[in-house]
């Protein structure tokens, strides 16, 4: 059976060729790691929102792959159905901005692709 192809006048801009130089989003651990700096502590149901589904997998590699430090807090919110569930309310000490705007700084440079 003969595959079918689309003439290239008529395939649609999203199927094309990306250009070299397109703006890559940002990764979900800067957004998460962001979010801490600029607006301050986060759960789990919280980081939904920023397109993050498992904070603590998040928070494990901005602790083991870059060496912050986290402060975590237990606390009780309604879950979806509006029934008590336990979470951890993860925060940046004051102690470890300075290195949190390091590491993301250096992670907005890696999104980012250098002209040649």
């Not at 999203?14 to 890559?24: E, F, R, V």
């Not at 301050?40 to 430090?69: K, Q």
């Not at 237990?74 to 509006?82: A, C, I, L, T």
Request: proline content about 6%; some cysteine; glycine content about 6%.
């Amino acid at each position: 059976m003969k595959k079918a192809t689309i003439p290239e006048e008529k395939r649609s801009q999203s199927h094309g060729n990306i250009s070299s130089t397109s703006i890559k989003a940002p990764s979900k651990i800067s957004r998460v790691l962001e979010h801490l700096l600029r607006h301050g502590p986060l759960n789990r149901f919280e980081a939904e929102r920023i397109g993050d589904h498992c904070l603590h997998s998040t928070i494990s590699s901005l602790a083991n792959g870059y060496g912050l430090t986290f402060k975590r807090v237990p606390e009780k919110v309604p879950n979806h159905w509006g029934l008590p569930c336990d979470v951890i309310r993860y925060s940046l000490p004051r102690s470890e901005r300075r290195r949190a705007k390091q590491v993301l700084d250096m992670l907005n440079r890696k999104g980012k692709k250098v002209a040649a």
